[in-house]
């Protein structure tokens, strides 16, 4: 069993920055790649970026080039760097570690409220 725990969410002006962090406890053999989903209010979740386990990043177009994410083997940690944060980046943010063959884990959200 695999659990994670988000850190590093809170209020942030509109051009300002902010990084997550993700820690997984418990084992992460067979990891497929980390991700950082995102929920807006009355919005369906979405990826924001991910990296896989060769080091791929696929990033969702709106967060290119402002949103870097990372991972740290060692320590099971996945961290997404968001910079020039816009209002409309405002949600609740969780990580996901999707493992080989089919399970996923989740963490259980960590709050990003960007003020204009």
């Known amino acids: 069993q695999v659990q994670l725990v988000e850190s590093g969410g809170g209020l942030v002006q509109a051009g300002g920055s902010l990084s997550l962090s993700c820690a997984a406890s418990?084992?992460?053999?067979?990891?497929?790649?980390m991700a950082w989903y995102r929920q807006a209010p009355g919005k369906e979740r979405e990826l924001v970026a991910s990296i896989s386990s060769a080091g791929s990043t696929v990033y969702v177009d709106s967060v290119k080039g402002r949103f870097t994410i990372s991972r740290d083997k060692a320590k099971k940690t996945v961290l997404l760097q968001m910079n020039r944060l816009k209002p409309e980046d405002t949600a609740l943010y969780y990580c996901n570690f999707r493992f080989y063959p089919s399970r996923n884990y989740w963490g259980q959200g960590t709050k990003v409220p960007v003020s204009s």
């Open positions: 418990g084992s992460t053999f067979g990891i497929a790649a």
